[in-house]
């Protein structure tokens, strides 16, 4: 059986071992946890309600003003709350579909013409008028009646026959755009200029490419960018008029030939331009004259692939290098150089509590118990 002194020590020894299993479990258990993330980007207006709560749920471009100028494309938000109560006498959301029926229509030599399309307000009042597929002045009616619109708010300015179209109509253009790179072809980090051309003043231009994702598109526009598409596959550039810009291809856009498709968000305004990145041109060696101490001159014309007769030796031990002349060997020792070695891992003090100084602190405790019991 073990005497006394021998299960002391057993003892003592467990203890130390249980003691540094402890200061690990510490350890790892205070190490700093990343925060989670929720994918939250923005909340909802709880407190919005009504028609403020449904005006701020629609998708729309611009609010229609008598007066005002549109373009093909976009989205615009009418509220005919105002007429159709004035007409039925009661809140609009119990009017009937008929009641809460408006008409768009031409405006030709200055008085209503030709219907464009009828279009119901929801009970809310509101309509969103996609003007896709329509130009020039326009003008809305109900039951008869010319209305006139501020900042989306419909009114009643009189009857068709009053004369106030004119104060009330407002028109569709169809936007142009030109875009244009100047050469088409340019080297990394020289410039290119690109060129956009539009009968529309400042808007927002999005830019897309089937070989280039958002990362390589901001790069080449740089502070042109306002904005990033959701999708991870465009840039939206603010621009206007006719305007050029100085592009210049960092190592962030690929070599090849780059199509970049332009459209702009609120309007049916498309085209497309085609950029190619080219590699500079290789150098080519120039030939060299060497002469022998003992023989007529030979002309070397640079890189060959065509193999040459080099007399081989045998593989050089470490830390030296090797010079191949025809016919001897000269071997001179290499230089040494020493990297820096880390030991246990990248991590930085800044990771942990560092538990370093205590574990040998523990360590002393236990040599020192130890040696007691050996004494």
Known sequence: MPDETQ??????????????????????????????????????????SGSDAIQSSRR?????????????????????????????????????????????RRVENGRVGS???????????????????????????????????????????GTIGSGVVPESQWEVSQQELAVAFEDGRVRRGTAEDLTFESNRGEYRLRVRSPTLDDDALAALFGDRVVERDRRGDAVVLRTGGSETVTLRPSSAVPFGTHEFRFSVPDATARTNATLTVARSRATTAEPRTETATDGPATTTAGPTTEPTDVPTTESPTPGTATTTTVGDTTTTPAPTTTAPVTY???????????????????????AALLLRRGA
Do not use: H, K, M
């Not at 004035?86 to 009641?99: A, H, K, L, W, Y």
């Not at 003007?131 to 020039?136: F, P």
């Open 344 to 366: 246990g891992g990248t991590g930085s003090a800044a990771d942990g509590p560092g538990f370093g100084p205590v574990a040998a602190v523990l360590a002393l405790v236990c």
């Open 7 to 48: 299960i002391r020590g057993a003892v003592l020894i467990g203890l130390c071992v249980g003691i540094a299993a402890v200061v690990a479990l510490v350890a790892v258990g205070t190490a700093p946890v990343a925060a989670e993330d929720t994918g939250v980007v923005g909340t909802a207006d709880a407190n919005a």
């Open 60 to 104: 729309f471009d611009a609010r229609i003003t008598a007066g005002n100028n549109y373009w093909q494309g976009q989205r615009l938000l009418f509220n005919g709350t105002a007429v159709v109560e004035n007409e039925i006498d009661e809140d609009v959301s119990g009017g009937t579909p008929s009641e809460r029926t408006f008409e768009l």
């Open 115 to 157: 219907l464009v399309t009828q279009f119901v307000v929801a009970r809310d009042g509101l309509a969103v008028l996609n003007v896709t597929e329509t130009t020039g002045r326009l003008v809305v009616v109900y039951q008869g009646d010319v209305v006139s619109a501020s900042e989306g708010l419909g009114q009643v300015e």
